[in-house]
């Protein structure tokens, strides 16, 4: 036999002599309990998997280098952005949304584009999109408008009836349902794709003023997209497509890039703006509020194990470094509580000790304890604060300025002034944006999604929904109605 040079052992370290035969009584015999490498190995498999994520199960991630090419000190004093030519390294999952850790890469849903930036204050993580808005604008909205993309709990089937329930009972959504049903809805891959951080938030500089930002990542492969039957066929033929396309194009050196933009609002012009400027159904045009370029992101490593980097990653909007804030948006602010909670539940209170999590530049607090605290907990430094013993202090050169409130009164608002105008901006994009051929696409696509709803309420749902797309425009509700073969009466007023 040929001499190996590293032993087998179990996870307590101990070699041992046999690892595919267990110990019986006789050759036939039955299994003797004392085998114990036998059931260290069956018990840990059978603990191999943790919860997936509810949202965002399937992805892929890789390592990469942010760099900075223009200087936006006047806006920001975040130090990744202090310097031109600066570099940062990043980590991005790549994820679909409502499907499960199995579920096929070209689903029609939106795509997730996690940014993780490893600062040298921490890390900031950038939890977006391949889409610059959301279905809804309110966090209570959030686990009703998941369960509808997930699977009806009678039949265990995706469901298109409570799907365009949902929809057709929240007109705030029909931003994003026009763009889920554009080929953007279908991205060819994730290279051919932008991200957008969606949330408004906000930028602070050195002189301690604030300004409102949207983040841009926008693709430098060109964007690319399946059309709605060519999706369907590659769900079939490989539906690991995306995964499999980042993993080979990276491995064989075509690294993909993506160009970093903000767009820049004052806090007077915010309250000028026609629309909610923290509401994230909306966009802030461009000829109004132009990119302007901050650097490019480059992602040039897949990492060497799966589960390490990409199933252990935990993002959350909350993780912002200085220089870099929160805003109004409310979710945003509904974000903020709910990832970290995630991750806790998902990987444990010490998530951020994984090694994809944790921070570069160090971490200082007087945290101890709980599950998987698998570094040296502290060691014998003090575990509370204040404390005569060291000299961590809490610095109050990060103070953010302060932040004025419109309004003292607390209440459920479910309008702001101006935020149920739901259908100017999908307009825009279904009359200005869209190519012919993108409209004709996006019409056939709801046309074949929206055939799926059934049950006593199809006439309803339809006809609520149709409403919307009439006030969207008025050619779109016609075709829809036409290729649904439905009566459609358009809404009064
Ligand atoms: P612009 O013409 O300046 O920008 C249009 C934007 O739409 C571009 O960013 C383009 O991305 C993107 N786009 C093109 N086709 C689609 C599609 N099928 N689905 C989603 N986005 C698409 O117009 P405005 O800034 O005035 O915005 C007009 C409309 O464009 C908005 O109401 C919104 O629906 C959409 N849009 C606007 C964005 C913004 O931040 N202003 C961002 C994305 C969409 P690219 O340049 O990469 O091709």
């Known amino acids: 036999m040929k001499e190996k040079k590293e032993k087998l052992t179990t996870a307590s370290g101990i070699p041992y002599s046999r690892n595919e035969d267990s ?89 997730g584009f996690a940014m993780k930036f490893y600062t040298e204050e921490g890390n900031w993580d950038l939890v977006g999109n391949n889409t610059p808005v959301f279905f809804i604008k309110d966090p209570k909205k959030f686990g009703d408008f998941i369960h509808t993309q997930k699977r009806n709990p009678k039949t265990n089937l995706k469901d298109a009836t409570m799907f365009w329930d949902f929809f057709s009972l929240n007109p705030e959504s029909m931003h994003q349902v026009m763009i889920l049903f554009s080929d953007r809805g279908t991205p060819f891959s994730y290279r051919n794709m932008n991200g957008y951080g969606s949330h408004t938030f906000s930028m602070i500089n050195a002189r301690n003023e604030r300004v409102w930002v949207k983040f841009h ?77 901050v650097g490019e992101i480059e992602l040039n490593k897949i990492p060497e194990n799966y589960f390490r980097d990409v199933e252990q990653a935990a993002f959350a909007p909350a993780h912002v470094v200085d220089g870099i804030g929160y805003s109004y948006d409310k979710m945003l602010q509904g974000r903020l509580l709910s990832y970290p909670d995630a991750h806790r539940h998902r990987l444990g209170p010490n998530y951020e000790l994984i090694p994809v999590n944790r921070p570069l530049s160090g971490v200082n607090n007087f945290q101890r304890d709980g599950y998987m605290r698998v570094d040296d907990n502290g060691g014998d430094h003090p575990n509370y604060f204040p404390n005569s013993f060291d000299d961590i202090e809490a610095d109050p050169a990060y103070k953010e300025p302060l932040l004025e409130l419109e309004s003292g009164v607390a209440d459920w608002y479910d309008r702001n002034e101006n935020d149920d105008d739901h259908f100017t901006q999908p307009g825009n994009l279904f009359r200005k944006v869209m190519s012919e051929k993108n409209r004709e696409n996006t019409i056939n696509n709801l046309i074949s999604h929206m055939k799926g709803i059934s049950g006593s309420k199809r006439d309803e749902i339809i006809q609520r929904q149709l409403g919307y797309f009439y006030k969207t425009d008025k050619e779109l509700a016609d075709k829809v109605a036409k290729g649904l073969n439905f009566k459609f009466t358009p809404p009064a007023g």
């Not at 085998?35 to 994520?53: G, S, T």
């Not at 790549?94 to 795509?111: I, L």
């Not at 767009?263 to 461009?286: C, G, R, S």
């Open 23 to 111: 110990m019986t009584v006789g050759p036939r015999g039955p299994v003797l309990l004392q085998d114990y490498v036998l059931h260290e190995k069956m018990a840990h498999f059978n603990r191999e998997r943790i919860p997936e994520r509810v949202v965002h199960a399937k992805g892929t991630g890789a390592f990469g280098t942010f760099t900075v090419a223009h200087d936006i000190t006047k806006y920001t004093r975040a130090k990744l952005f202090n310097k031109k030519g600066k570099e940062c390294p990043v980590f991005i999952r790549f994820s679909t949304v409502g499907g499960e850790k199995g579920s096929a890469d070209t689903e029609r849903d939106p795509r």
């Open 217 to 293: 990542v926008k693709t430098k492969q060109g964007i690319k997209n399946f059309t709605g039957p060519e999706a369907d066929e590659m769900k079939g033929k490989d539906p690991d497509w995306a995964q499999g396309d980042l993993v080979t194009s990276i491995e064989k050196g075509d690294f993909p890039k993506w160009s970093f933009n903000i767009q820049v609002m004052t806090d007077e012009q915010a309250k000028k703006f026609k629309w909610n400027p923290f509401d994230l159904t909306k966009i802030w045009p461009h000829s109004e509020y132009p990119l302007i370029e």
